[in-house]
DNA sequence: GGTCTGACTAAAT
DNA sequence: GATTTAGCCAGAC
């Protein structure tokens, strides 16, 4: 029994992120029907299961709005740039270059 | 058991 | 064009 389906839809579309690749919460939000329930995705990610690349999901500037709660502030940097991600001079993702888009 | 906050975003003023 | 309000779901107080 799920927490909610919500969840399961968050966790489901964040798992289908490919390697090096970022989307927003956003975008995760639309993706699911409620583009306003940005809020409960990243509520959503907070629990942190291990399947779900949480990493992976940034605000829509490509800040890692969530790199705090992630278990440090540089490990979600370094994991993205692990993977290949490139960040700019703020510290933000080029979502121009790594923006995954779900369909 | 009601209220507020939170890894956010978009629309309205 | 910049600021404010509203909306979403779940958990914490």
Known sequence: MPASDFYERVYDLVRLVPFGRVTTYGHVARHLGTGQSARVVGWALNQCPPDVPAHRVVNRFGALSGAIHFGGPLV?????????????????????EHLWVPE
């Open 76 to 96: 979600m940097e370094d994991r993205l740039r692990s993977e290949g991600v490139a960040f700019d001079e703020e510290g933000r993702v080029v979502l121009t």
